[in-house]
Every structure is written in C-alpha cells, then in structure tokens.
C-alpha cells in the first residue's frame, strides 16, 4: 500500500522539477488516473498546467459536460471531436484496428491542440498494470513510454506509474477529489467504440450510451461493481406489439476486480436483471434482446473487444 502523503509530495516535486517552468500539456478524459495527475500538477505548477479534454462522440451520456463541471476551477480545453471519429471508424470492425485507428486519431488532434498551448513537457497518467499488459503483448492500447507524437515534448512525465489502481484512489482520496472521481470506474481510452462489435456508427453508439447509461443506474450504487457497462453484441429477432423485427442484442457486464488483470462476474439479483431487461428494451426502441455475461477474466477480457 502506497502512503499517499509521501506520494502526494514526492509527485509535487517530480512534476515541479521535470518541467522546470515550462508549460505542461495533458489529456484529461476523467478517469481517476488523469484527474489524479491533472490535481497533482494543478498543485505543482497551477498555470502551467494546460489540460486538453477530447470529445470523441465515444463518452458515456452526459460525460462531457460532467467533465467540464467538476473540472471548472482549471482551464480545460475541450475539443468536440464526434465526428472526426465517427468518419475515419467508417468501415473498420477489426477491434485492434478500431483501437490503432481511434489512437490515431486522438493523437494527431491532441497534438494539434498541444501545440497551440506552446507546452513543452507532456503529462501521463500511466499506472504499473499499463506496463504489465503492454509488455504481455495483450491489448495494444497502452502508451507506456509516451505516445508516437510527431511534436516532439522535452519530456515526458508519469507521476503515477509505480502505482496500481487502488493506490490512484487512495491518492484521489487522499487529495480530497470529489468521491465521484475517486470511485469513477475504468473507462476505456476508445469509449464506447470497444463496446459496439462491429463497425461503429453514430447510431449503435447512441443505442449503447443509453443501454449503458440504464446499466449503471440500477447497478453501481447497489452493488458497487469495479465496471459495469452495456455492449451492443449483434443483431437478433424480437417481437414489440405483434410484429417480428429485427434488434439489437445488449449484453451487460458488471464485475469485480482489484486490478483488472482477473474479475469475476457480480452476482445479480433476478429482480435486478429483469429491471434492467425491460427498461433497455422498453427505453431504447431498437433493442430486441438482453443478455447478461457470467464469464470470468480469464478466460473472457473485461471488455467485449
Ligand atoms: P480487458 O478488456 O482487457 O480490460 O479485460 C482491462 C481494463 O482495461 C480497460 N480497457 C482499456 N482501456 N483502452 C483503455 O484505455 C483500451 O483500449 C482498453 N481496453 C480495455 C477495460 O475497461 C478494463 O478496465
């Protein structure tokens, strides 16, 4: 365990001293490990800080503009960016490609971006477990070492990359972030895109971020899962009144985890499942089917691509 005191100092002076009063750019999704590193360097260098936040139309409903509340005393830039993303996905299905394309993307508009701040020195939130998976080889969407810009950063600073997750919310807590932020679960860095099998349309991803939405109102408070989220699976027959159509097929996953290496499946209530069933299909007209996933990691991954 981490002591976070020590931690919390020892990453002020890191970042102070790296940066040397230059200005720092970051990418700010939210997610406890960035809004960590974002209050860390807040605390170290206060304006030198310039957080960039991309709207990639892949958040979950309402993310954007709760970023943009909770993070209103630094000077976020936030770039709207749906449909840069929704065009160059057109086409692709292959998950690593979908990840290879959206990484692409964000990199060459964060780095437009970055290079209008003037910044020098550039801010990561990665944390041990990134290294761990990159070099296992499992999924290709962690920028252990920094990311392939074409600017070229003086440097690169990782504040948090002895830690494991838990110990990034014992620093959350410790740092008196707002307990939404401390408990916020994982978010995948390609959104809702590695939720959508298939090639992702602005219209699957609607389905999924009010699916998902649905999912984590009758599931995190009571059961405080490390992640939960709805999938958009495949296309399956229904029948809505007395007419046979054709919907889509949502899966909901909710699994406990320490670290996201292993998770097991939480244990829903009948009740639960059957709430959650009927509100997706009644909700979200284009749904036919609900599935709940039982599998374990191993052998399943967490996320469905
Ligand atoms: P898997 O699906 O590999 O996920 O069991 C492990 C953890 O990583 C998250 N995840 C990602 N995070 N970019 C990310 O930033 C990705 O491409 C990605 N894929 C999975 C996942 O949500 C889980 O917390």
Not at 24 to 32: C, D, P
Not at 73 to 91: H, R, S, Y
Not at 213 to 242: M, N, R, S, Y
Request: proline share 6%; net charge negative.
């Amino acid at each position: 365990m981490v002591n976070t005191e020590k931690f919390i100092a020892k990453a002020i002076e890191e970042i102070k001293e790296k940066s040397n009063g230059k200005k720092v750019v970051m990418a700010l999704s939210g997610g406890v490990d960035s809004s960590v590193c974002a209050e860390l360097a807040k605390r170290a260098i206060d304006d030198n800080l310039k957080p960039i936040y991309v709207d990639t139309g892949l958040m979950r409903k309402g993310e954007t503009e709760r970023i943009k509340e909770l993070f209103s005393d630094l000077e976020l830039d936030v770039i709207d960016a749906g449909e840069e993303f929704f065009e160059a996905l057109k086409g692709v299905v292959d998950p690593e490609e979908k990840r290879k394309v959206i990484g692409e993307k964000f990199i060459r508009i964060f780095e437009r971006e970055a290079k209008k701040t003037g910044a020098e020195y550039l801010l990561q939130g990665t944390i041990y477990p990134d290294i761990i998976e990159s070099e296992g080889g499992i999924k290709s969407h962690h920028n252990v070492g920094g990311l392939p810009y074409d600017i070229k950063f003086e440097g690169l600073i990782e504040p948090l990359i002895d830690l494991y997750k838990d110990e990034v919310r014992d620093v959350a807590g410790a740092l008196e972030m707002p307990v939404e932020i401390q408990h916020r679960m994982p978010f995948p860095g390609p959104g809702l895109a590695v939720r959508c099998l298939g090639e992702v349309t602005p219209d699957k991803i609607a389905v999924i971020r009010e699916a998902n939405a649905i999912a984590e109102e009758e599931l995190v408070e009571k059961f405080q899962p490390w992640q939960c989220f709805a999938a958009l699976i495949g296309l399956g027959t229904g029948v809505k009144g007395d007419v046979r159509l054709h919907g889509w097929i949502i899966a909901v996953r909710a699994v406990y985890s320490r670290d996201a290496m292993t998770a097991e499946p939480v244990e829903i209530p009948w009740e639960t499942m059957h709430k959650i069933a009927s509100r997706i299909t009644s909700e979200i007209p284009e749904v036919a089917r609900v599935v709940y996933d039982i599998t374990p990691k191993p052998p399943a991954t967490i996320e469905y691509e």
